[in-house]
Each structure stands twice: as C-alpha cells, then as structure tokens.
C-alpha cells in the first residue's frame, strides 16, 4: 500500500482518534486537524487552513459541532476551496443520517470535483459514554425527549473502519454509505441495556423537548448547544429516516455492526459509568 499523507480533522474527537490509530497503524503519514495541533485547525479561522492543508493526500472532515448548525454549509465550501488549491485528492465527510441541513453539505462535497465518499452515521453508542449522556447515565438519571424514538445506534469503532477504508481504497470512491446498527433501540431500551451490563439502577424519565431545554438553560449550557440539542430531538429524531436500518457496515467490513448490547459490555469493563463527577 503506498503511504499517503492524511489529514484527520477532528483527530483527537470520537471517531478522529479512531480512525488516527488505524491509519499509523498502515503506516501513513497522519496530521491531526484540531485547535492544539501544528499547524492549528480551527473551524472559525479558516486563514489557517492553507498550512494545515499543504502537502495533504486526502482529508477526513468531521465538522464540530454539528452539520446542521448555522456557518457550515459555508465552512465545508471554503475548506472544499482551500483543498483544491492545495492539491488533495480525496475529501470523507461524516455526516449525520436523517439530518437534512447535513445533506446541503453532503452536496458541496460531491460536486467538489475532487474524489470522495459520504459517510452517514446514525447516533453514537459512545453518546452515553464520551459524550452529553454519560453524566445522566452516572446520576443514575435519564430523562429525555422523544421516548419512543426508533435509533439503529452505531458504534464509533465501525464508523471508524469504515472511514479508514474509504480513504485509503479507491473503490469507495463517489460512495453515499449509511451506517446503522443491526436493531433500533429507543432511549429507554438504551438505558435498560446500559443498566443490565453495568449491573446499576438507572431510571428512565420521558420528558418535552420545551422542558429539556429549560433544563440545559437552567443548568447555564450554551444556548448555541441547547440549540443544536433541540434541533436533533426535534428534527432528526422526528424524521422517519433515521429509524431505517442499513446493512452498509456488514456490506463493506465482510461482518455485522457493532451491537449495541457488545458496547454495553465493553464499556461496562472500563469502569467509565461506575465513576462519580464531583459535585462543585
């Protein structure tokens, strides 16, 4: 395999770091795109960009914090710019499955000119451990909006594989990949997997997304968080789409996903949800 070098934005995040490791693992070349790396990448100094992009092959994008948000449809097309000009052959964008915001910078991509594959996830497993559901899954209580949502949960680590995949084999070139579970599971079923495994009592509450909202303000979260919070509960968990179970992970990796009782357990044996945050 010829050794390429390859920027990973968002390398130190959930499934940068993933895909990093297995990268370095083939023995490419690896520059990590990320606010403390050299050179710098940051999504709101797009002047920085020629310098992390320089000398690049091809470019992992993961756009923090969300697609959806307001300024990413026009970061994804000045980094599209900024990648041609610097010579990269091959953009993989993650995207999120059922977000329609998403899908106007899954086309910027696509008509870029340049080489790429699409790459839609459904919700994290790791949501409940790296992310905003590990404090409620260690206070023992989660209360959420959308209680019977149908999420077909993915794993960072298939994300990951697939990802790594796509930007080192040529044949996931101009590919739209879907990634799901094997089954949906809603947040209560979720919880009650988590609680079975980490062998706790976690209570599940069903809450409005007016009230979750009141709550994260109440807590003194950022109201651009609380925003993008709100729109996933609303529009992305209301869309019929992100229900549908896909087969592309088995499709490309020869294997079934990760499911989600396998996470559980996982998890369960790095003590992440046995821990207690201090109480300020």
């Known amino acids: 395999m010829e050794t390429e070098n390859i920027l990973v934005i968002g390398g130190t995040g959930k499934t940068g770091r993933r895909i990093?490791?297995?990268?370095?693992?083939?023995?490419?070349?690896?520059?990590?795109g990320s606010r403390s790396a050299t050179p710098i990448f940051d999504w709101h100094k797009p002047e920085n960009w020629d310098a992390t992009l320089a000398g690049m092959d091809k470019?992992?994008?993961?756009?923090?914090?969300?697609?959806?948000?307001?300024?990413?449809?026009?970061?994804?097309?000045?980094?599209?710019?900024?990648?041609?000009?610097?010579?990269?052959?091959?953009l993989v964008l993650l995207s999120g499955k059922g977000e329609r915001e998403a899908q106007l910078c899954e086309q910027v991509v696509i008509h870029s000119g340049l080489d790429y594959t699409i790459v839609r996830?459904?919700?994290?497993?790791?949501?409940?451990?790296?992310?905003?559901l590990l404090e409620p899954i260690l206070d023992g209580l989660v209360a959420l909006p959308q209680a019977e949502a149908q999420i077909p949960w993915v794993d960072t680590d298939?994300?990951?594989?697939?990802?790594?995949?796509?930007?080192?084999?040529?044949?996931?070139?101009?590919?739209?990949?879907?990634?799901?579970?094997?089954?949906?599971?809603?947040?209560?079923?979720?919880?009650?997997?988590?609680?079975k495994a980490s062998n706790r009592d976690i209570a599940f509450v069903p809450i409005s997304v007016k009230e979750y909202g009141d709550g994260m303000r109440k807590a003194g979260l950022d109201e651009d968080f609380i925003w993008l919070i709100e729109y996933l509960f609303t529009e992305v968990l209301g869309n019929p789409e992100l229900a549908e179970v896909s087969h592309d992970i088995e499709k490309i990796l020869g294997r079934k996903p990760i499911d989600f009782s396998e996470y559980a357990a996982a998890t369960t044996e790095t003590g992440i949800w046995n821990k207690k945050i201090a109480k300020v």
Do not use: M
Not at 20 to 32: D, K, M, S, Y
Not at 71 to 90: D, M
């Open 59 to 90: 470019v992992y994008i993961t756009y923090q914090p969300d697609l959806a948000v307001p300024g990413a449809l026009e970061a994804i097309e000045q980094l599209v710019k900024v990648s041609k000009r610097a010579n990269v052959k091959k």
């Open 20 to 32: 990093v490791a297995r990268l370095e693992a083939l023995g490419h070349n690896i520059r990590i």
């Open 121 to 132: 996830a459904s919700w994290f497993n790791q949501n409940f451990s790296e992310n905003f």
């Open 158 to 195: 298939d994300i990951a594989e697939v990802a790594t995949k796509a930007l080192t084999e040529d044949i996931h070139n101009g590919q739209i990949y879907e990634l799901t579970g094997q089954r949906t599971l809603t947040f209560k079923d979720a919880v009650a997997e988590i609680a």
